[in-house]
């Protein structure tokens, strides 16, 4: 995943801010305590927010404290070990690996050398998380796989592109929970969203080094972003729809925080060219 999926700190109450936190640290210690010491370095917004969305429902949350990784001499409020975050653990680690192998395949060799680098390191991690989840695993590989077909063939449609890497979000959703429906249509279409999203931040970065992008393909080199506006707050209210229709308890307002308020942020961030430096910003902080 790509960063694009924060909260709006400004508007979260501090319940619901100490919340996300908790969920953020304690995604980062199940990541290190199943993948070791490197896997936390992968750890970002977008996978906290699929940890929130995968929790079973809970009127109350009682965070555990735990050592920091990055600071083992400061204990952190953080919530315990859970089948959501073991899944949100396995799941984002093969995301980030084939994001990594994508991010390798699209670069030039000099440029590509550090996903290479990375890619190496994970490996491990890697083909252990995918022995636990194989079925999401061949989801995002052949997903991944169409997607390169179809930047090949220069694809001018925008639904298709987008709606192959939306299937491959959407596979995060398990089965097994009663809320599969929901999860699917909600995670379908942030999948669409960040994909769109992401053509449109590349958009002048593929223009100079001469790589496909979707959002060029279909509207030309320098897009439309009227037009563009309109699929992606489609999408959005299509998420707020479906969030609408699930049990969340009371991670509920941080959700919806993230889905009526943070996306819709970075859209516009990322339309007016200030996202470059928002996305360098810590939500820890008050103000920012």
């Known amino acids: 995943m790509f960063g694009y ?10 319940r619901d801010f100490d919340l996300y936190r908790a969920t953020y640290c304690g995604l980062c210690r199940c990541l290190r305590r199943r993948y070791g010491p490197v896997a936390p370095m ?15 429902p809970e009127n109350t949350f009682t965070p555990c404290r735990g050592r920091c990784h990055a600071n083992p001499l400061v204990q952190k409020p953080m919530c315990p070990d859970s089948p959501a975050l073991e899944l949100a653990a396995d799941e984002s680690i093969i995301l980030a ?25 994970l490996y491990p991690a890697y083909r252990k998380a995918a022995g ?23 694809c001018a449609s925008l639904d298709r592109t987008a709606d192959t890497f939306a299937r491959l979000l959407r596979s995060a959703a398990p089965s097994s929970d009663p809320r599969s429906r929901v ?24 223009r100079e080094a001469d790589r496909y992008n979707p959002v060029a393909a279909r509207y030309g080199p ?7 506006k309109l699929t992606l707050d ?16 009371c991670r509920t307002p941080v959700l919806e925080n993230v889905v009526y ?10 339309f007016d060219g200030s996202w470059a430096q928002i996305k360098k910003q810590k939500i820890w902080r008050n103000g920012q």
């Open 5 to 14: 999926v924060r909260p709006l700190r400004q508007e979260l109450k501090c």
């Open 42 to 56: 992968f750890l970002n917004f977008d996978f906290t927010f699929l940890a929130l969305l995968l929790w079973q």
């Open 97 to 121: 690996w084939w994001k990594l192998r994508d991010s390798v395949r699209d670069e030039e060799f000099w440029e590509g050398m550090s996903a290479q680098a990375l890619s190496g390191l």
């Open 132 to 154: 636990l989840r194989p079925e999401f695993d061949r989801a995002v590989q052949g997903s991944l796989e169409e997607l390169t077909a179809l930047e090949t063939e220069q």
């Open 183 to 206: 999860l699917e249509q909600l995670l379908y279409h942030l999948g669409r969203w960040i994909y769109l999203i992401d053509a449109r931040d590349d958009l002048a970065e593929d």
């Open 222 to 228: 320098e897009g439309d972003d009227q037009a563009l």
């Open 234 to 249: 489609h999408s959005l209210e299509l998420m707020g729809a479906a969030l609408q229709l699930g049990d969340f308890g």
């Open 261 to 270: 308020l943070g996306l819709p942020l970075v859209q516009r961030a990322v």
